[in-house]
């Protein structure tokens, strides 16, 4: 059986349909591409979870990648070997090749004859270290990228962890919020961001990280997973309306969002912040129910128990003392009149904080998230996916 292709022109609705196939034909090999075209809204954070449900079908999942034999490959008359080493380097930069270097059980060359392996974590590595180094490190083009990669000596980040590996406070994360902000800034020289952005993006990356390290690291029975990725990417988007448009295109809820006059600057521009925290774990309804199989639960069940993981005080049944922290997350976002997205076993959720802002009686014990083809709270079943992954827009406008 071939490997399955991943095309370099993804957002939300190809990934979607990937997911559908992949559902479908569970194949162990996966072929990817080295980089992406012009990433689309939330497109890369979706292909990072696709990734991580593929790799979680098999013990036995091969990543394939374009590095062809060095025989194949010419440089000035001479056998190019350098090609694996530049694919890999690029690969392990961009969000999604990172992840799947890292969950694959093995990454072999296009004709699948040579293990890549050793070479590609060696590249992601490096990655690491540069993170470790900075958040200035941890760019790449518009892009800032923090992973914690569980089964490494290296998983506790600085930028979320002190150095006895606990979560950092609040506080702290806010600082790190600044700093994203300010790194955000100089690719376009300008600076829009209010002290409230400031304070709720580091709200809500302190808890939906700190989501991750106590409910991802572990299956739904904890029992540590043998590889393990989670982290944070953030991208920035500076466009016009009717390009925004085209990112967003084929996902309804993200082009009426978009379309909110009063997001659109009056130089036409549209200026928003995109930031994922993804995390390979059981997903939320099988965490909170402790399900093995989420087929053993009606689609009406999974969206009841992901509710329940939005409303204050809830908490795991597992450990009594530690609560999901979502229910913060979305007080935070509505007054920032933020987007949120989340996608988590067989369901896509979200949220236009715009047009529906938490009610009174939400913002007093919780808010809802509506499925992202009805709009309503009428659930529709989509391909399952591993782990969850919550990507959020939040708008930014020029300085007056």
């Known amino acids: 059986m071939s490997a399955f292709p991943i095309d370099r022109a993804q957002n939300i609705r190809t990934v979607e349909d990937e997911l559908a196939a992949l559902t479908r034909d569970r194949p162990h090999e996966l072929l990817l591409p080295v980089d992406l075209d012009e990433s689309s809204v939330g497109g890369e954070a979706a292909l990072i979870q696709l990734v991580i449900t593929w790799a979680r079908m098999h013990d036995d999942s091969y990543l394939f990648t374009h590095v062809q034999e060095p025989k194949e490959v010419v440089l000035r008359g001479k056998p190019d070997a350098s090609n694996a080493d530049r694919q890999l380097e690029r690969m392990s930069e961009r969000g999604f090749g990172f992840v799947a270097l890292m969950m694959a059980k093995d990454i072999v060359s296009r004709s699948g004859l040579r293990s890549l392996r050793q070479l590609a974590h060696l590249k992601c590595k490096t990655r690491v270290e540069r993170m470790i180094d900075g958040l200035d490190r941890a760019v790449h083009g518009n892009r800032i990228l923090l992973a914690c990669v569980d089964q490494s000596s290296k998983a506790a980040l600085p930028q979320f962890y002190y150095s006895d590996g606990l979560p950092r ?18 690719w376009g020289k300008e600076r829009n961001a209010t002290p409230e952005l400031i304070d709720g993006l580091g709200a809500i990356i302190h808890e939906l990280i700190r989501n991750t390290h106590d409910w991802a690291r572990t299956d739904e029975l904890d029992v540590p997973y043998r590889r393990s990725v989670r982290g944070l ?19 309804a809820p993200l082009e009426t969002y978009v379309s909110h006059e009063h997001l659109i600057d009056d130089d036409g521009l549209a200026r928003f912040l995109e930031m994922s925290i993804f995390d390979s774990g059981p997903g939320l309804a099988r965490r909170w129910l402790v399900v093995q ?4 639960l009606g689609i ?17 049944s597992r450990k009594p003392q530690a609560g999901l922290g979502l229910y913060d997350v979305l007080r935070t976002l509505s007054p920032l009149q933020a987007f949120v997205r989340l996608r988590t076993g067989r369901l896509a959720l979200f949220r236009d904080f715009v047009a529906e802002p938490l009610k009174s009686n939400e913002l007093a014990s919780g808010g809802e998230l509506f499925d992202w083809h009805s709009g309503s709270v009428s659930v529709s079943e989509r391909p399952p996916v591993e782990g969850t992954l919550y990507t959020i827009l939040l708008p930014l406008h020029r300085n007056s």
Request: hydrophobic share 35%; with cysteine; proline share 3%.
């Open 169 to 186: 406070n609040r506080p702290e994360f806010e600082r790190l919020a600044k700093a994203i902000i300010d790194e955000s800034d100089s």
């Open 293 to 296: 199989d989420l087929r053993d």
């Open 233 to 251: 990417l953030v991208s920035r988007h500076r466009m016009p309306l009717a390009v925004m448009k085209r990112h967003v295109e084929g996902s």
């Open 300 to 316: 009406h069940e999974e969206y009841a128990a992901c509710l329940q993981c939005l409303r204050k005080h809830r908490t795991s």
